[in-house]
């Protein structure tokens, strides 16, 4: 029987599988059974070997994505006057210190 | 209370507060809508975050301990605002039922094979800090359904673990994977369609 994470799963794993996996991949180590399967299963497929290119491509996007602040020069890069007042007058409608 | 901190003094150290809020306002209010900006992707939301960040500041002045500059104080009071909307939203129980049931139902085919494959992508280094780019990427990201965004931006951009995930959301170990699945899928394929697909890459 192919029980989930037996030999003959990880042999005959599919796409769909494989997916989930290579995205786990990214958050936490795989077992032994299911990086073996998941290994398999890239050999032959080329569409989940660009799944897993892609989505950890994706995963340096979004850090860059993060840090945009250090290096942005665009229309982001201050508070418009509209917003300045309204914070300003938050902090004076502010409660300071309370306990 | 005691004898010193009268109704006088009282006013007068709240004065003094709230001119040093307008004085770090002044200072520092652009840097952290940068940062804010640079963590969300919806303008009036930083704009949301920053002066919540600054009414905290005000509101927490005592605890601010003089080890660090200002600016790093309020940075940290920031963060742990952006994480705490992420985690508002990724606990919202809003969401329709069923969304995250059969996950990838909508990828793959009865087969377990892909519906539509990934297609081959040109990836430049310098495309991520391409203006052009980031609203197509801010754009999937929005259309992403809420409570999986939350829960992908808090591991991808927040760099929360899975443990500080799944504690923090009181969410089951399954519950967090298909949401971080789904949002890979549901990412990959609009970066591919509205980005790739019309950069003239070859196949």
Redesign the interface.
Known sequence: MSRRGGLLWALTL????A??LL??E???PLNKMEWLGVRGHLISC??CR??R???Q?????????????T??K?K????TEE??R???R???D?????K | MTADRSPQAEETASFRSREAANSWLEEHGDALFRYARSRVSRRELAEDLVQDTFVAALQSRDQYQGGSSVRTWLIAILRHKIIDHHRRVASGRAEPAGLLEGSSGDFFADDDHWKRPPASWKTPDDIVEDGEFREVLDGCLNRMPRAIAAVFLLREMEGLDTEALRQRLDISEGNLRVRLHRARLLLRECLQNRWFATTGDTP
């Open positions: 599919r796409c769909r599988t997916s989930e995205s786990r990214l958050d936490e080329r569409s660009r799944f290119r892609q989505i491509w994706i995963r340096k996007a979004i850090r860059i994505r993060g840090e945009s602040h290096y942005s665009t982001d890069a201050a508070l917003a300045r309204r914070i300003a938050a902090i004076q502010a409660e300071p210190d309370s």
